[in-house]
């Protein structure tokens, strides 16, 4: 599990772990079913009070994307996270604000940019024979 | 791993209106302080600031002119032996015996500590590299500050006091120090309270944290608390402004004509509406690092007009 902490931009701690994990199951890069580091082994890993980690695994507890099994650890929940969904609408939605963000810095019409995006889909996903 | 409020929690170190002078020099201004037990507290300050004379009243090697010590409930100048064989310390001065070879310095540690524990003596030794045929005067920097942690962690010390424990070390070393830290706090009830100018470090692995300038406590809490009660602000006004604009809770502001950035401490509503009743309107907004907090409040730059007193 890759987990970047920076304590420069003012986000707590514990919400960039909430938010990276969120982000890691909707990727798909943690699966279901699969178990996250103890709450000491990812304090030590990345260098951060262990209460921070707690925390950071008990909203995500709350939130539904992962369950803890009683003393055997921290999982991602097994019917995926209910809030994949909703979370990568989100994170695409981040995306796309910067994308038009720049489009408009740059003076290109939402049809250019629409045209481009669908470029872009059909070079990265070529018509299978 | 629960945090209970902190009037719930056993105290290990308290202090009460605290004063010190050093000559002319009021090294320490009334200083009060509540670390709580099993936390991470991590004390900033800029050098000068009264740092390593705090942490030498707790460590009982001065006695405060005026107010209060306690530690574990005892007096540390009454008590040295009842808190001391309690505590961990690594100093900034690492003032290891130079002539020792490292086996010897930890042979000659343990006669201090009637809780020092061999094995996991050797197994830190070990773990950090140390030879123990080395003379303490042949060590590198770093290589002494290991073996400054191996005595002050080898005994399990309900408290662990750590003086600028990064100072002048490399980002290997660093690691293994930080490490402690956080290996220390994990196994339960411990303590931390380290010193540092590294306001990164203090971040990642603080539960609470105080700041001084000039002998004074001007913040101490929860770090997570510190960081929701401090916002940075960017206004927009209609028209250029001349002067900086005058908001309550204001630390820093930074800005010229229209727009306006301000770092200030208060509620979130309490200020968009200050904001407002100056007409501006608020264009971004963030929670601001630590570092940014610290040097806000260490540098005063906010003209004396928009000083005013702050929660914190």
């Given at each position: 599990m890759q987990i970047h902490i920076t304590t420069h931009d003012g986000v707590p701690v514990y919400l960039q772990i909430v938010n990276q994990v969120k982000y890691l199951v909707a990727a798909g890069r943690l699966a279901a079913g699969e178990e996250l580091p103890s709450v000491r082994?990812?304090?030590?890993?990345?260098?951060?009070?262990?209460?921070?980690?707690?925390?950071?695994?008990?909203?995500?507890?709350?939130?539904?994307?992962?369950?803890k099994r009683h003393g055997a650890g921290t999982y991602?929940?097994?019917?995926?996270?209910?809030?994949?969904?909703?979370?990568?609408?989100?994170?695409?939605?981040?995306?796309?604000?910067?994308?038009?963000?720049?489009?408009?810095?740059m003076d290109m019409a939402l049809d250019e940019v629409m045209a481009l995006v669908k470029e872009r889909h059909k070079h990265l996903n070529p018509p299978q024979k | 791993m629960n945090t209970p409020?902190?009037?719930?929690?056993?105290?290990?170190?308290?202090?009460?209106?605290?004063?010190?002078?050093?000559?002319?020099?009021?090294?320490?201004?009334?200083?009060?302080?509540?670390?709580?037990?099993?936390?991470?507290?991590?004390?900033?300050?800029?050098?000068g600031a009264g740092k390593t004379t705090l942490i030498k009243h707790v460590l009982g090697l001065l006695r405060p002119e005026s107010g209060s010590v306690r530690v574990f409930g005892r007096d540390p100048v009454g008590d040295p032996v009842g808190v001391l064989s309690r505590v961990g310390y690594l100093s900034e001065l690492r003032d290891l015996p130079a002539w020792m070879r490292v086996e010897e310095l930890l042979r000659y540690s343990r006669a201090f500590y009637p809780k020092w524990d061999d094995a996991?003596?050797?197994?830190?030794?070990?773990?950090?590299?140390?030879?123990?045929?080395?003379?303490?005067?042949?060590?590198?920097?770093?290589?002494?500050?290991?073996?400054?942690?191996?005595?002050a962690l080898a005994h399990r010390p309900?408290?662990?006091?750590?003086?600028?424990?990064?100072?002048?070390?490399?980002?290997?070393?660093?690691?293994?120090?930080?490490?402690?830290?956080?290996?220390?706090?994990?196994?339960?009830?411990?303590?931390?309270?380290?010193?540092?100018h590294l306001l990164d470090e203090v971040e990642r692995v603080s539960d609470q944290v105080a700041m001084m300038v000039e002998g004074r406590m001007v913040l101490a809490g929860p770090l997570e608390e510190i960081k929701l009660t401090h916002h940075q602000l960017t206004l927009r006004f209609d028209q250029p402004q001349a002067h900086a604009p005058v908001i309550a809770g204001a630390l820093s502001v930074v800005g010229a004509g229209q727009e306006w950035t301000v770092l200030c401490n208060g509620t979130r509503p309490e200020l968009v509406e200050a904001a407002?009743?100056?007409?501006?309107?608020?264009?971004?907004?963030?929670?601001?690092?630590?570092?940014?907090?610290?040097v806000a409040r260490a540098a005063k730059k906010v003209p004396a007009a928009a000083r005013v007193p702050t929660h914190s």
């Open positions: 082994t990812l304090a030590e890993q990345l260098l951060i009070n262990p209460n921070t980690v707690a925390r950071a695994y008990l909203e995500l507890e709350r939130a539904g994307v992962v369950v991602v929940s097994d019917e995926g996270s209910p809030l994949a969904r909703k979370e990568r609408r989100k994170l695409l939605t981040q995306r796309a604000d910067a994308l038009l963000a720049e489009a408009q810095h | 409020s902190s009037s719930l929690m056993e105290t290990v170190i308290d202090l009460a209106g605290v004063s010190r002078r050093f000559d002319a020099r009021l090294a320490l201004d009334g200083v009060t302080l509540a670390v709580p037990r099993g936390c991470v507290f991590g004390l900033v300050g800029e050098n996991y003596a050797e197994s830190l030794r070990a773990q950090f590299g140390l030879d123990p045929q080395a003379r303490i005067q042949h060590l590198s920097r770093g290589e002494s500050a290991k073996a400054g942690l191996v005595i309900e408290l662990l006091l750590l003086d600028e424990p990064s100072s002048g070390l490399d980002p290997v070393v660093r690691r293994d120090i930080l490490e402690a830290i956080i290996r220390t706090v994990a196994e339960e009830g411990r303590t931390v309270f380290f010193s540092s407002g009743k100056l007409g501006a309107r608020v264009v971004a907004e963030r929670h601001p690092s630590l570092d940014e907090i610290f």
